[in-house]
């Protein structure tokens, strides 16, 4: 089971063998690791006990690590920070028990690149090793790079893609985060106008075999994502032809992928390859994109595929008999922009708006509520193709099965019920939104009633930027570095940063001088909420 692919190794270093350490207690194991590296063309070194894996690096360069993070009277995860502090150009291979996710994502988290499971076969060993030689030439491979001009060169988190998304998908699984895996370099590279790096690590998710998780329905759901942005991003930079490529491609790999097909047609259109069909009629949906609404893109990704694809080319919805979206729930944190993400879907939708809250429809008369609720569907009806939004939901149709709810909440929720049926087909789209989803009734939730859930997390990269900009407009402001801003405000949401610039501007009039980046900077670290720590 030799390496079988032997460029890697002499490009590395020309008649240098790769030095591989295994840490285990089971001398069964280490012993066949030896011989096994050692036909492979390695030069390997076994330990059973942490200390003499140690003493083996203080006097030997080696390259790679495969440790065994359940060493017994030995805390693994500490030996794996202590060489990663001490010697960083080694690279750790992992070896935990099956099923033991919670190790693997920890020891990713302290800078593993890959892991393996007991039990496991010569291959699995063997793709772990080609991973981390391939790492070492990268990095080898930069460091040749130094004296090149700087937009030569490319970081190395940028070149070694699936090992990234291997750990990111770990962490989605965890922090069940949707598309946690990849959007941070990718928000990064899209702001940069990287495209070609951008339309890289895209690619490096979409043909990632997702190892262990390879079966997970949410693993699939990334891709599909991955592949969808990679669409639309190719769409905003113009490169329409290319992206009908890859769509065409997609359509023929995946004969069942609806949303493929109709962003085929969509732009064959945009192409003039075909004649628009006039056989159904369809909402006018602005060409503009999505303007006002910076980065975000993994959610207007979404948007697109869920709500705007089935509304812009029904024929092939109602061919393959996928229903038109009835209703949608946006939830996520306080502050992240729900409603005005509603109000720029509706206008690029082109609907007839409706903003309800909770104190629009209330009333002291018994029944009074239900009335104005059936009286909001019914004028929603008559300027069709209309969208309602419902903010704070939960406050209008909470639990029914609450203790403490009084018994006119009931009768309120059902009336809300029997409006949300059937919405699409009266050409109304229900969009919701929530920061608390567990306190509303189950039945609203139910498929053909609110069957959508789409997260609203803080803004992303691109989308901080552009708020610090937003707020800070028409204040007296030296120039800004906007990027350092964007990078150290990360999880933070519109409301905490429009606050933070609030907060500058207040400590800039104290000391009448201009807002600079340097105020920005001490007011982001001195008001150091955020939503996720809260």
Not at 155 to 170: A, C, S, Y
Not at 308 to 323: A, D, G, T
Not at 499 to 525: C, P
């Amino acid at each position: 089971m030799g390496i079988e692919n032997e460029e890697d190794n002499d490009n590395i270093e020309s008649n240098d063998k790769l030095k591989i350490l295994v840490i285990d207690d089971e001398e069964n194991f280490t012993g066949e690791m030896e011989i096994f590296l050692q036909k492979a063309g390695y030069e390997a070194y076994t330990a059973n006990t942490a200390a003499a894996g140690l003493t083996i690096i203080l006097d030997i360069k080696i390259d790679i690590l495969i440790l065994d993070v359940r060493l017994p009277g030995s805390n693994g995860l500490d030996i794996l920070v202590d060489v990663k502090n001490e010697y960083p150009e080694i690279e750790v291979i992992i070896v935990c028990g099956f099923g033991d996710m919670e190790t693997a994502i920890k020891s990713f988290r302290r800078g593993a690149i890959d892991y393996l499971k007991k039990p496991f076969r010569q291959v699995d060993i063997q793709n772990a090793i080609d991973r981390a030689v391939k790492i070492i030439k990268q990095k080898r491979d930069l460091a040749n790079q130094k004296y090149q001009p700087i937009e030569n060169q490319i970081d190395t988190d940028e070149q070694i893609e699936p090992i990234e998304n291997n750990f990111k998908t770990l962490e989605k699984l965890e922090d069940n985060q949707e598309m946690s895996h990849f959007s941070g370099k990718l928000q990064r590279l899209i702001y940069d106008k990287r495209e070609n790096q951008v339309l890289k690590l895209l690619e490096a998710v979409i043909q990632f075999d997702g190892g262990l998780f390879a079966n997970d329905d949410a693993f699939f759901e990334s891709r599909r994502l991955a592949w969808l942005l990679r669409i639309n991003l190719l769409r905003k930079w113009g490169r329409f032809s290319e992206a009908l490529a890859w769509t065409c491609l997609e359509c023929e790999l995946n004969p069942g992928n609806v949303p493929a097909i109709a962003l085929r047609e969509q732009l064959k259109k945009q192409l003039n390859f075909v004649r628009k069909s006039k056989s159904i009629k369809k909402p006018k949906i602005s060409d503009s994109g999505w303007p006002g609404v910076a980065g975000m893109y993994e959610l207007k990704a979404m948007f697109e595929r869920d709500i705007i694809l089935p509304l812009y080319e029904p024929e092939i919805y109602q061919k393959y008999k996928v229903p038109l979206p009835n209703g949608v729930l946006l939830h996520g944190p306080p502050g992240c922009g729900k409603t005005f993400i509603a109000r720029k879907l509706s206008e690029r939708l082109k609907y007839s708006f409706y903003e309800v809250k909770p104190s629009d429809i209330a009333s002291i008369y018994i029944h009074g509520t239900q009335e104005k609720i059936k009286e909001v569907f019914t004028e929603a009806e008559k300027t069709a193709p209309s969208m309602i939004f419902f903010d704070e939901l939960e406050a209008l149709v909470p639990n029914r099965s609450g203790e403490s709810l009084h018994h006119s909440y009931s009768s309120e929720v059902n009336e809300f019920l029997v409006q949300l049926n059937e919405c699409a087909k009266r050409r109304i789209l229900v969009v919701a939104a929530t920061n608390l989803p567990d306190k509303i009734d189950p039945a609203i939730l139910r498929p053909g009633r609110i069957d959508k859930r789409i997260l609203v997390s803080p803004p992303d990269f691109e989308a901080r930027a552009e708020a610090f900009k937003l707020f800070l407009k028409d204040r007296p402001a030296d120039t800004i570095d906007y990027t350092l801003l964007a990078e150290e405000s990360e999880n933070r949401t519109y409301a905490e940063i429009e606050f933070i610039v609030n907060e500058a501007a207040r400590s800039a009039l104290h000391d009448q001088v201009n807002i600079s980046t340097g105020i920005l900077y001490k007011a982001i670290n001195d008001n150091l909420f955020s939503t996720l720590h809260s």
